[in-house]
Every structure is written in structure tokens, then in C-alpha cells.
């Protein structure tokens, strides 16, 4: 009996409070990669792409708050637990801080409110403070903001070594298929 009441304490601990991680790198403003190579996108938040306007700057300013240190991750109870890329959908939470928030208060996302999630109201004052300060990308007009920019995104060297294999997946799956139909085609010729 006290083993049953063990795990309950322990499943409904990690029912509550979320999970553990460590973060291995930033992928993006909205985007990381555990220590157990799970790919994580923050709940609520859209972050200019890299090659958009004040996509590297987003991306470095989360990676400053939360790259190699260790964070808790929390689930929505609106939301799926997967996006269509089959990341995680979670909150970030750094010692008492939501993370997801910060980055919009600070005007490195937006509030990505196309999608249900508990905290729509917190993120939509948060994104309105940050526009009301001129914080981070908001201190730029519109136009500004709207302008090409002709940032050549590549792969550091340091980093060709690392293939996730999770982003090539299909083309990785392909060339397995493609394989398997050339061999069964060399066996039925021989």
C-alpha cells in the first residue's frame, strides 16, 4: 500500500510541476533542444525567424537565458503536446520565471494567439507593454521591421558535424526507400 501511495506522490509531482531538463542549444527565438535531444517549442510565442528581422537577436537572447542551464518544462492544458514538427509544446520556467513570457515582455516574440493556450491574456499585456516601452524589436518602425534583410543563413563549421537527424528525416527515410527498391530491382535482374 505505501508504494502505491510512493508513485501517486511522484506521478501527480510530475503531473503538476512539469519536467526537468537541461538545455543543450537554441535552435531559434522559440525553439531549443534538451540534453536528451528532444526538441522543445515554447507555448504562446512566435519568434521572428532567423532570417527575418531581429531573428538572430531573438535567438541569442534565449539562448542567453537559458542555454546549458537546467529549466522545468510545463505542459497547457489547452494545447496539444505536439506541433506538427512533433516538438514539445511547453512553458519554460527558470527559477520562477516564465521564459515564454520574458521573451515577449522584453520584445523578442510576439504573443501567438492563433492557437488556445492558458496564459492568451498574460502574453497579449505582455506584447502590449513591450510595444508601449519600444522594447527590443519594437523600438523599430513598422517599416523597419518589414524591410528585407539579406541575411545569408548558414551552418557554422562547428556545427556540420552535428546532423540532427530529427530535420532530415524524410530525406533520410527516402534514400532508405530508395535503396530497398534498387535492391529488390538488382535482385529480380541477377
Known amino acids: ?13 510530475s503531473l503538476c ?3 526537468f531538463t ?10 531549443f533542444v534538451t540534453e536528451s535531444g528532444e526538441r522543445v517549442r515554447l507555448i504562446g510565442i512566435n519568434a521572428p ?9 531573438a535567438k ?14 510545463t505542459s497547457d492544458h489547452k494545447s496539444k503536446d505536439r506541433d506538427r514538427y512533433s516538438r514539445l509544446l511547453r512553458y519554460v520556467v527558470l527559477s520562477g520565471v516564465d521564459i515564454n513570457e520574458q521573451m515577449i515582455r522584453e520584445g523578442y516574440a510576439y504573443a501567438l494567439l492563433k492557437f488556445r493556450f492558458d496564459r492568451a491574456a498574460v502574453y497579449t499585456d505582455a506584447e502590449a507593454e513591450a510595444k508601449d516601452q519600444l522594447l527590443g ?3 523599430y518602425t513598422e517599416a523597419e521591421r518589414n524591410e528585407p534583410q539579406n541575411i ?11 546532423i540532427d537527424l530529427y530535420e532530415n528525416r524524410y530525406v533520410i527515410g ?12 538488382y535482385r529480380l535482374r541477377a
Open 137 to 139: 524589436m519594437w523600438k
Open 17 to 19: 510541476f512539469g519536467q
Open 49 to 57: 525567424e532567423m532570417k527575418d528581422f531581429y531573428g538572430i537577436e
Open 60 to 73: 541569442e537572447h534565449l539562448a542567453e537565458l537559458i542555454e546549458g542551464r537546467d529549466i522545468e518544462l
Open 1 to 13: 500500500m505505501k508504494y502505491i501511495i510512493l508513485f501517486l506522490i511522484v506521478a501527480s509531482h
Open 152 to 162: 545569408p543563413v548558414t551552418t557554422p563549421i562547428s556545427n556540420i558535424t552535428q
Open 22 to 31: 537541461k538545455v543543450k542549444r537554441v535552435v531559434d527565438g522559440d525553439t
Open 174 to 185: 527516402g534514400l532508405v526507400i530508395m535503396f530497398i527498391i534498387l535492391g529488390i530491382n
